[in-house]
């Protein structure tokens, strides 16, 4: 049963929401109703609701959708209290400065990677990712680091949502090569991305995680095989691990902050 079916018309307009958003730009009618499973007509009704509330914006010049502006305020709220960005983005500007090259960060969207912060390199390389973009987490640095640190319960369903798409002749697209990779990086702290999502990039990645070792979010240095090696940048795990830990420690204080034990507890 999909979750549009389980949970009713709030599934469905969030669906029709990341149709929209998945475009990128201003989508026309006709080319949600090729990607929708919907009929049009329900399509067409959904589409008016999230416009009269202000989650969709309508151009009636170009009759085209775009994301709304409430929309907007509610993903910049979110992005402040719900993501590491805000705790990590000194951290971030910290070991992009000491290591000169591109520096992500990144959390868990279900089953997809999520990256919710980046520094370029002093000299700046083109690739995939973006702040905001959805990713792969197979066949990414730091996809595989989080995915190696999941509660095992968990990520045979994660596994299974993978397209296992092979990005390049090294990408793994198998859950068995999968899980004995995620052993290795268990056992050794961090992951690797092995020019696996993109030809010639490289990186070195390490989970955030909590006290009670929950994935948090991911941290990784980037660059290309043109300039550098895993094994230099293998180099940075340390320091790399000390900024993740930091970042850890005050996302923690942050959400759970300590109680004022001086203080008597008001009965509710």
């Known amino acids: 049963m999909s979750a549009a079916t389980s949970d009713g018309t709030v599934a469905k307009a969030l669906e029709v929401l990341d ?13 949600l109703l090729e990607q929708s499973p919907y009929p049009k007509a329900t399509l067409y009704r959904l ?3 999230l416009v009269s509330q202000r989650m969709l914006a309508f151009d009636p010049d170009r009759a085209s959708y775009s994301p709304g502006i409430r929309l907007v ?7 402040q209290q719900s993501s590491l960005a805000p705790i990590a983005r000194p951290y971030l500007d910290q070991l992009s400065a000491e290591v000169g090259e591109t520096v992500h960060l990144a959390q868990l969207d279900h089953a997809q990677v999520l990256y919710v912060d980046k520094r370029n390199a002093r000299d700046p390389v083109h ?3 973006q702040a905001g973009k959805v990713g792969p987490a ?14 095992q319960e968990r990520l045979p369903e994660v596994l299974a949502q993978q397209s296992w798409h092979p990005f390049t002749p090294k990408t793994v697209t198998t859950p068995e090569a999968m899980r004995a990779e995620l052993e290795q990086i268990r056992a050794r702290g961090f992951a690797f991305d092995d020019e696996e999502h993109e030809p010639g990039i490289i990186c070195v990645a390490l989970p955030i995680l909590s006290s009670r070792g929950a994935v948090l979010g991911a941290l990784s240095v980037t660059s290309t095989t043109a300039r550098t090696s895993l ?3 293998e180099e940075l795990v340390p320091r790399i691990q000390s900024i993740a830990q930091t970042i850890a420690q005050e ?3 942050w959400r759970f902050p300590e109680e004022d034990k001086t203080q008597p507890r008001k009965r509710a």
């Open 127 to 129: 690739m995939y990712s």
């Open 47 to 49: 589409l008016q609701t």
């Open 73 to 79: 305020r509610l993903a910049h709220v979110a992005w």
């Open 19 to 31: 149709l929209v958003a998945g475009h990128g730009r201003p989508v026309r009618f006709s080319d």
């Open 231 to 233: 094994a230099a940048l």
């Open 251 to 253: 996302t923690e204080t």
């Open 138 to 151: 197979y066949c990414t640095g730091v996809g595989k680091a989080m995915l190696a640190h999941l509660p």
